[in-house]
């Protein structure tokens, strides 16, 4: 059964229902450009999220020990890099948090070089395939996914950029073993941050018919 990441948690309330959901991930984004940065005070709720949801931070070029400072302080179990943070980066995050998922993503459009994921395969425990554009994920367009059948590599990764309900039909058509999650986020909202959680929740149901 594939994995579900909700990305872009923001306020109380939502958070804590959406968390009802028990997604395998919830994200919470920490770049300051971002309409769904999460503050200071929401972002001190993600300690308490049950256990078994696995809380994400998604940094964009963020200095790497800012991005530590918040691993420490909120206790992530994981970490999405949506910049263009080098595999060395990576690396010096799993060795300070050996248990810390780093989820390393990658905008994705028809002229995308896969080769250059090399090397960030030992470096990243997932990569993260979203559309490219300028404003680092959270633009609702999706890319072509036909485009995926030239990654070659065994790493498994998420399936990012503008999944909607209507995408359910398709999403169980991919025969893929490496799909492992797939990732949500403005499809699914009424406002920046705020998500629907009744249709997130049919979105569970019809993606696992």
């Known amino acids: 059964m594939l994995k579900l990441k909700v990305c872009g948690m923001r306020l109380a309330a939502n958070i804590a229902a959406v968390a009802e959901l028990h997604p395998d991930y919830l994200g919470f984004i920490f770049y300051e450009k971002s309409p769904r940065l999460i503050s200071e005070v929401s972002a001190e709720l993600i300690k308490y999220i049950p256990s078994e949801i696995k809380t994400v931070g998604v940094f964009v070029n963020e200095e790497l020990e800012k991005v530590k400072d918040k691993v420490n302080l909120l206790k992530l179990k994981a970490v999405q890099l949506h910049g ?3 595999p060395e980066y990576c690396e010096a995050l799993k060795s300070t948090f050996p248990t810390l998922e780093v989820i390393k993503a990658f905008g994705i459009d028809e002229d995308f070089d896969f080769s250059t994921l090399q090397p960030y395969l030992k470096a990243a425990d997932y990569f993260l395939f979203d559309t490219k554009t300028k404003v680092h994920g959270g633009s609702g367009k999706t890319f072509n996914w036909s485009v995926l059948d030239q990654y070659t590599y065994t790493k498994p990764y998420f399936l ?30 009424t406002e920046p941050g705020l998500k629907d959680a009744a249709k997130i929740k049919e979105f569970i149901q019809e993606v696992n018919k």
């Open 84 to 86: 263009s943070e080098s």
């Open 160 to 189: 990012s950029g503008g999944i909607d309900l209507e995408h359910s039909t398709a999403i169980k058509k991919i025969n893929d073993e490496r799909l492992y999650a797939l990732d949500i986020n403005s499809r699914f909202e």
